[in-house]
């Protein structure tokens, strides 16, 4: 079975530059994370969908970041205009949420730069 | 604000013997609890899920749980130098989101 995919692996962007990142989740999985994680820190949740829906999206600073899960699959997540101190590792995780299990399987991540 | 501490580490122990390490949780309503280990540069991998008090034994990982004490462990027997790794504390407060603590790395020496 194919894991959570994810790309591009690495980033670099000056600041002021618009970036995305994109995620295909495990098949099945309903549920679709982001989470950026800097380092030395554990991951920290940016937003979780269920199928389509962005059902918690507290923690996205939504005046730069903004994220999309269309068909209820693929899932993208946009800064415009990425900041030096968006230099993180920006994960992805699904999981099969109400179905099943609630447990997480997280892809590779994109490590993303800003200078 | 829910809180999942660890302690930073390293933990270092020599190989062949046991790593316990250890992460308490502040939300006396979470319910599920899960062990990822993080290799340097690399993703998050879950290792172990625990759900009720007691034990829960994988191989050569035993995960401990203890709602009363707010407190979860996860044991590693036979510790390898494959072991070495930063291990994630996670906890599932509301149903489906995860808080994790800082992570404790590991270092096990041959």
């Known amino acids: 079975e194919a894991g959570v995919v994810q790309s591009p692996r690495y980033k670099i962007i000056e600041k002021k530059q618009p970036v995305a990142f994109w995620c295909n989740p495990i098949?099945?999985?309903?549920?679709l994370y982001w989470y950026l994680q800097n380092l030395g820190q554990g991951p920290e949740l940016l937003i979780r969908?269920?199928?389509?829906?962005?059902?918690?999206d507290s923690q996205l600073p939504k005046d730069r970041f903004s994220a999309e899960r269309l068909k209820g699959v693929d899932s993208t997540l946009k800064i415009q205009p990425a900041e030096l101190g968006d230099s993180a590792v920006y994960l992805c995780?699904?999981?099969?949420?109400?179905?099943?299990?609630?447990?997480?399987?997280f892809g590779p991540g994109t490590r993303l730069t800003v200078t | 604000q829910k809180e999942v501490e660890q302690n930073s580490g390293p933990l270092s122990v020599p190989e062949g013997a046991i790593a316990s390490l250890n992460c308490t949780y502040s939300?006396?309503?979470?319910?599920?609890f899960f062990w990822y280990r993080q290799y340097s540069g690399k993703s998050p991998e879950l290792i172990m899920s625990?759900?009720?008090?007691g034990d829960k034994e994988d191989g050569r990982f035993t995960a401990q749980l203890n709602k009363a004490s707010q407190y979860v462990s996860l044991l590693i027997r036979d510790s390898q130098p494959s072991d070495s790794a930063t291990y994630l504390c996670?906890?599932?407060?509301?149903?489906?989101?995860?808080?994790f603590g800082g992570g404790t790395r590991l270092m096990v020496k041959p």
């Open positions: 625990i759900y009720s008090n």
């Open positions: 098949s099945g999985h309903n549920t």
């Open positions: 996670a906890v599932d407060n509301a149903g489906n989101m995860l808080t």
């Open positions: 969908y269920e199928n389509e829906e962005a059902v918690d």
């Open positions: 995780a699904s999981s099969l949420g109400r179905q099943g299990s609630y447990e997480q399987y």
């Open positions: 939300d006396r309503v979470s319910q599920s």
